[in-house]
T-cell receptor, first 111, second 108 residues
Framework: EADIYQTPRYLVIGTGKKITLECSQT?????MYWYQQDPGMELHLIHYSYGVNSTEKGDLSSESTVSRIRTEHFPLTLESARPSHTSQYLC??????????FGSGTRLTVV | KNEVEQSPQNLTAQEGEFITINCSYS?????LHWLQQHPGGGIVSLFM???GKKKHGRLIATINIQEKHSSLHITASHPRDSAVYIC??????????FGPGTRLSVLP
């Protein structure tokens, strides 16, 4: 049973549209992360949060933004989608004692 | 040089074989994670290690902190073990540093 939920699972959207990828966890984890992964490639950290009202950019330059208004919710927003944003986006949360839990991912295609 | 390296990159095995995947890291860590990613893209956390050895079913993970090396072993491999196995260094709870992954195919 998943304790971290991502929606939508798949999304095809036109260039220029604004989209929000949702991520929610029920474990009370303080730390949450967004990773981007192209097919067959490594995961790259794009945003992370250590708690409510805390957000930081990761290693990969991204034209996305995140917010953390509630502990359980960490949405990722693309203001203007481009074909170069086509990728898989994985959300994760962590507790230092129990490790990481990943969501199922959102596979985004921008046409 | 990548901070986390894995070998082999690709591995094909026959069902029933004993499999070892290696991970070496050069960063300071608070823990080392082994993750499994199936073709559909979902990632499952297999182990979190800070010392010694852990076992879960047919999977065994070991870590040598002094040598900065970890191994993931799969005993009696099965086609359903086919996946990408990723080693990730936990940078004191800040974030992961991921290895490139090892693509495992187990043939029936």
């Amino acid at each position: 049973e998943a304790d971290i939920y991502q929606t939508p699972r798949y999304l095809v959207i036109g260039t220029g549209k604004k989209i929000t990828l949702e991520c929610s966890q029920t474990m009370g984890h303080d730390k949450m992360y967004w990773y981007q992964q192209d097919p067959g490639m490594e995961l790259h950290l794009i945003h992370y949060s250590y708690g409510v009202n805390s957000t930081e950019k990761g290693d990969l330059s991204s034209e996305s933004t995140v917010s953390r208004i509630r502990t359980e919710h960490f949405p990722l927003t693309l203001e203007s989608a481009r074909p170069s944003h086509t990728s898989q986006y994985l959300c994760a949360s962590s507790n230092s004692y129990y490790g990481y839990t990943f969501g199922s991912g959102t596979r985004l295609t921008v046409v | 040089k990548n901070e986390v390296e894995q070998s082999p990159q690709n591995l094909t095995a026959q069902e029933g074989e004993f499999i070892t995947i290696n991970c070496s890291y050069s960063v300071g860590i608070s823990a080392l994670h082994w993750l499994q990613q199936h073709p559909g893209g979902g990632i499952v956390s297999l182990f979190m290690l800070s010392s010694g050895k852990k076992k879960h079913g047919r999977l065994i993970a070991t870590i040598n902190i002094q040598e900065k090396h970890s191994s993931l072993h799969i005993t009696a491999s099965h086609p359903r073990d086919s996946a990408v196995y990723i080693c990730a260094a936990d940078n004191y709870g800040q974030n992961f540093v991921f290895g490139p992954g090892t693509r495992l195919s187990v043939l029936p």
